[in-house]
């Protein structure tokens, strides 16, 4: 039916902190794309852009946005949007994504991916967004699911019902983040294998492995830890369920050497191994 | 228009941002927690970010103010400006002007001055990548222009007058060494900041330099720089001087233009 984009194999988030490790690596280095975070380019010149143009002319790059807002009532920002699509000109990007939250409303902005209730107001609502967004950028785009800390008395579905039934309606891609299925399954108890079972496998273009940090009974999504066991369990049954899908381990805090987020990657590409053929292995590049 | 959805999103962030709980009852948990422990993970991180940001955009404030004082004068500042903006970068863009007004600011100018030098160090690392005029545009000027030529600064630059010391404790700040003492002065001093190479620079200026780079600003020509220079120091090698200052900034990538008088 649709045509998702390429699988690319096993990637990383650009952090400015491995900038040099990156670019003055003698050997080649074990990552196969690279996922920036689409603000920090988002800015007049100077050496984040340059660090970019130097990584997309080695690396397949892919768009991560965090301030889309898309399921907010405020009206769309298109002067961000228009900044987004000026960056998406020039980096070239696989895909563009962001996620199925809202960042706040009245001009302010809480610099939190906010979740929102399930219902089929939020689902016309945001899916009606999604295609405008779409249609302003030219391109389908990734919408991630986030990790939640609260669920509203008001939600009429589960919600891997309200993400598939988004993509559907919005036709869409999703950004599958591993680490916010199990982290919101802790959180709400709910079961994170159905979650996944319950995801339309056309879809998803992406997945994302991240850690997480414990607080008092809940699971918080901090991105500052390694990757965890059981995430890595469910990953494994993410690729069983959606074959070949572009993976990459997202830290954004505590930040360590290049080498301990290589290694996580390894793990990463020896699950899928294990689970996937060569044949489907294979990228693109 | 999602009415439930916009009056839902409302509630929460005011109660995000004043720390209240009247969207509390909209919230469903588990058993074993309750809404407040939860809602309180979106509260708490709000102000943990924001204040997050601003002692890495503002670090050596920080240093100067310590964690106490910095704490609290962020808390103030987050409650006078929300963030409206898409990108954390830019939250902190007002605080050395509300340093300014401050409670604390009274008896310590000093804060606002080093929150500039910190700002202007910020905004020249991503500002506009201009071209760069060299020695070769110099060299390709007719000597019969040269009196009538302007000069173009990078988007980079910035040209800070201080009436503190408020460079030297920066830099003692970024070297981790104890800071001279508060020294106020009668006539300001010069701070240029740019950016060379991708890597941002400063220095302070001595009088006559500030003077000329302030007249570069203004779209002054070759020929009044000369002759303030000449009221400055002396007058005879005024002229010199001035080339002197242009061969380095050429050098240094401050200038982006000269421009020819029509
Ligand atoms: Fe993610």
Redesign the pocket.
């Known amino acids: 039916m649709i045509d998702k984009p390429p699988f690319l194999g096993f990637g990383l988030g650009l952090r400015p902190q491995h900038y040099p490790e990156i670019l003055d690596a003698e050997t080649e280095l074990p990552i196969d794309w690279f996922e920036i975070i689409s603000e920090n380019y988002m800015v007049e010149g100077g050496r984040p852009l340059q660090m970019l143009d130097r990584i997309k002319e080695r690396y397949p790059v892919v768009m ?1 946005g965090v301030s889309m807002s898309i399921a907010s009532t405020a009206p769309l920002n298109m002067e961000y949007l228009g900044r987004l699509k000026k960056l998406a000109d020039h980096a070239n990007p696989k895909w563009i994504s962001d ?1 199925l939250c809202w960042t706040g409303v009245h001009g302010v902005n809480l610099h939190d991916l906010l979740p929102i209730p399930y219902t089929e107001e939020a689902l016309n609502h945001v899916a009606g967004r999604i295609s405008q967004v779409q249609d302003f950028l030219g391109r389908r785009i990734a919408i ?1 699911n ?1 990790s939640s800390y609260i669920e509203f008395e008001e939600s009429e579905m589960d919600e891997w019902t309200f993400v598939a039934e988004i993509a559907k309606r919005a036709d869409c891609w999703l ?1 599958l ?1 591993v ?2 299925v199990f982290v919101s399954g802790q959180n709400h108890q709910f079961d994170d294998g159905n979650f996944i079972e319950q995801i339309p496998v056309e879809r998803v273009v992406q997945f ?1 492995l ?1 850690g997480h940090s414990e607080g008092e009974d809940v699971l918080i ?1 901090t ?1 500052d830890q390694p990757v965890c066991d059981e995430v890595f369990e469910l990953y494994e049954n993410a690729l069983k369920r959606f074959g070949p899908v572009s993976t990459m381990i ?1 830290r954004d805090d505590n930040i360590p050497p290049l080498a301990e987020l290589l290694a996580e990657l390894d793990r990463a590409r020896e699950i899928a191994s294990g689970v996937l053929s060569p044949e489907q292995l294979k990228t693109a590049a | 228009m999602a009415k439930n959805l916009a009056n839902l999103q409302s509630q929460m962030q005011n109660d995000i941002l004043k720390r209240e709980s009247r969207v509390l009852k909209r919230f469903s948990v588990p058993k074993h927690t309750t809404a407040e422990k939860r809602f309180a993970v979106y509260q708490d991180a709000y102000q943990i970010r924001l204040i997050e940001v601003l002692s890495e955009d503002y670090e050596n404030t920080w240093k100067y103010l310590g964690d106490e004082q910095f704490y609290k004068l962020a808390v103030e500042y987050i409650k006078a400006h929300p963030s409206d903006q898409t990108n954390m970068r830019w939250f902190g863009r007002h605080f050395p002007e509300f340093l300014t007004q401050c409670s604390l600011s009274s008896d310590h100018p000093i804060l606002t001055e080093i929150a500039s030098i910190e700002k202007a160090i910020e905004d020249a690392f991503d500002a506009v990548d201009d071209q760069t005029a060299t020695m070769e545009n110099l060299a390709a000027i007719p000597p019969e222009a040269i009196t009538g030529l302007t000069f173009k600064l990078k988007s980079a630059c910035r040209l800070l007058r201080q009436q503190t010391n408020a460079l030297d404790i920066y830099m003692a700040l970024v070297n981790e060494q104890t800071p001279d003492a508060l020294e106020s002065f009668d006539q300001p001093r010069h701070t240029l900041v740019w950016r060379n190479d991708m890597m941002c620079q400063y220095r302070a200026l001595d009088a006559e330099e500030g003077m000329l780079v302030d007249l570069m600003f203004d779209g002054k020509d070759f020929a009044l720089m000369c002759e303030m220079a000449a009221t400055m120091r002396d007058a005879d090698s005024a002229a010199t001087r001035v080339a002197g200052h242009i061969t380095n900034w050429l050098q240094t990538q401050v200038i982006s233009e000269l421009i020819i008088a029509k």
Do not use: K, P
Request: charged share 30%.
């Open positions: 991560h996620h991630e986030v950004l983040d680490n916010n994302h991240a999504d991105h997202e």
